[in-house]
Nanobody, 115 residues
Framework: VQLQASGGGLVQPGGSLRLSCAAS????????LGWYRQAPGKQRELVAT???????NYGDSVKGRFTISRDNVKNMVYLQMNSLKPEDTAVYYC??????????WGQGTQFTVSS
């Protein structure tokens, strides 16, 4: 599976941004799509995941502010981010897990929350 993320940039605190990720390749094998992030000097952490059936899971720091969605026809996953905070600044990675638990990662997209 190949994953191509887009939508990074610079956003002011309190603002919104949507990240997109296009999946290609062995898409029939995908069980879960999601987003992780890594801030400078920190470990990569879960942002949100969504299964083929639409079940979602969110990291504690983004619950209530971020929404993950998935278009199974277009093979896309989206992350709508609202009420952004400076601590949301990170490189965001698109992720997929196959039905055999094989992990694939996109190249990462950087966005910064700053005034």
């Amino acid at each position: 599976v190949q994953l191509q993320a887009s939508g990074g940039g610079l956003v002011q605190p309190g603002g919104s941004l949507r990240l997109s990720c296009a999946a290609s390749g062995s898409i029939f094998s995908i069980k879960t799509l999601g987003w992780y992030r890594q801030a400078p000097g920190k470990q990569r952490e879960l942002v949100a995941t969504i299964t083929t059936g639409g079940s979602t899971n969110y990291g504690d720091s983004v619950k209530g502010r971020f929404t993950i969605s998935r278009d199974n026809v277009k093979n896309m996953v989206y992350l709508q981010m609202n009420s952004l905070k400076p601590e949301d600044t990170a490189v965001y990675y698109c992720h997929s897990m196959s039905r055999t638990n094989f992990n694939s990662w996109g190249q990462g997209t950087q966005f910064t929350v700053s005034s």
